[in-house]
């Protein structure tokens, strides 16, 4: 056996996404104790530049030690208790997962049915929204991953507010990579993931809370059933005026990759990382169309770090993504779910969103179907 030494592949999938050199050189800095003074200081930094990332004022802004499932997972547990209402929009994959964990939680989910490739319904939401007004929260993905849709959270959110319900999003996707905020739009439970427009290595879920969610943590009359995932247990860890108590040994390095990745954010400027991802979108909707390849979702809702394209019909899904892995050291990804062996996903994220990706796709496609 040898030391494991990976290609250098270009990564445009569904995450994870190219990482800058500057991040990997973070991560392999010096290793120091997670309660050392100087990583506490760091970690108090990495508490601003989410708050900057998600554009909110919250308390409870921190980055969970597991990937983003975990952050959906953190989300339930702690804001949902057993026999609760949940209104759960399902328009792909990842809106599936949140309704097995509501009803994990032992809650009762009502599920919002949308067509994949098509975005959450304001009509429907309305809808279920009257018929359950006793719904004590409502869940939705703003950047559905699985099928390249993006969903009005502004305006869902609004709705739920008029019915004075909590807000869970799934920003796993959409964070760094489309406009997202998460006060003014008044979204009360947010995760995300590193390794999507954060371009960060895998393994972080960067997690909101409102003062609003916190309050009903604290309202619980049941225990939070996961030890791990119990948000009142972590807060002494990620706060707490430089005195902080031992939850679990934070992953270090990792963190150093995540507070480089953020910082690159802030210096490029949230604004300007929007707009990078909607032009590289833009020079790639070109080249597509010149190549006769359709998108799954319609103009208007398409995210633009997330492209779902039809696969051309008489070519070989695996095989082509096996050639442009091979010969390409190119990564796209398959279609998930419903639209296995029927699309491709070409993900422009983060550090992947650049010009040279978009012609290095653009002409690794075209020579591998001519
Ligand atoms: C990737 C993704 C997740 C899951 O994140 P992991 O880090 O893979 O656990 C959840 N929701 C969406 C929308 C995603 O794209």
């Known amino acids: 056996m040898h030391s494991f030494t990976p290609p250098h592949r270009t990564l445009l999938g569904p995450g994870p996404s190219d990482i800058s050199p500057q991040v990997l050189q973070a991560l392999s800095r010096p290793t120091i104790g997670h309660l050392d003074p100087l990583f506490i200081g760091m970690m108090d930094e990495v508490k601003e530049l989410l708050k900057y990332a998600f554009q909110t004022d919250n308390e409870f802004t921190i980055a969970l030690s597991a990937p983003g499932s975990a952050g959906m997972e953190a989300c339930f547990v702690n804001l949902i208790q057993p026999q609760e209402k949940v209104i759960v929009c399902r328009n792909g994959v990842f809106g599936e997962r949140m309704r097995e964990n509501v009803v994990r939680c032992g809650a009762q989910a009502v599920v919002v049915d949308d067509e ?7 009509h429907k939401v309305q809808h279920v929204i009257d018929a359950n007004p006793d719904a004590v929260a409502i869940a939705f993905v703003h950047a559905e991953t699985s099928t390249g849709a993006i969903s009005d959270a502004e305006a869902i959110a609004k709705l739920a507010q008029e019915n004075d319900m909590l807000v869970i999003v799934d920003a796993v996707t959409s964070l760094g990579g489309v406009p997202l905020y998460v006060d003014k739009w008044g979204l009360d439970a947010v995760y995300s993931g590193s ?5 960060c290595t895998p393994g972080l879920s960067p997690l909101t809370f409102s003062p609003k969610a916190i309050a009903k943590i604290q309202s619980r009359t049941t225990p939070i059933q996961s030890w791990f995932l119990d948000q009142s247990l972590v807060l002494g860890y990620w706060s707490g005026e430089g005195k902080r108590s031992y939850h679990h040994t934070a992953p270090v390095n990792s963190l150093y990759a995540l507070h480089e990745a953020l910082l690159m954010l802030k210096n490029e400027g949230l604004e300007n990382a929007w707009q990078r991802h909607e032009q590289m979108h833009q020079l790639l909707k070109q080249g597509l169309t010149q190549l006769g390849i359709e998108f799954v979702v319609e103009e208007g809702q398409r ?3 997330l492209n779902a394209i039809y696969i ?3 070519v070989d899904d695996g095989d082509v993504r096996q050639r442009l892995l091979n010969d390409y050291n190119l990564e796209i990804g398959a279609g998930l779910g419903e639209l296995s062996g ?3 996903r070409i ?5 992947g969103a650049r010009k040279e990706n978009v012609a290095l796709c653009l002409h690794a496609l075209q020579q591998v179907l001519r």
């Open 116 to 122: 994949w490739g098509t975005e959450v319904s304001l």
């Open 195 to 199: 390794q999507k427009c954060l371009s």
């Open 303 to 305: 995210l633009p770090q």
């Open 312 to 314: 051309p019909s008489g």
């Open 342 to 344: 029927k699309a491709w």
């Open 347 to 351: 993900g422009l994220m983060g550090y």
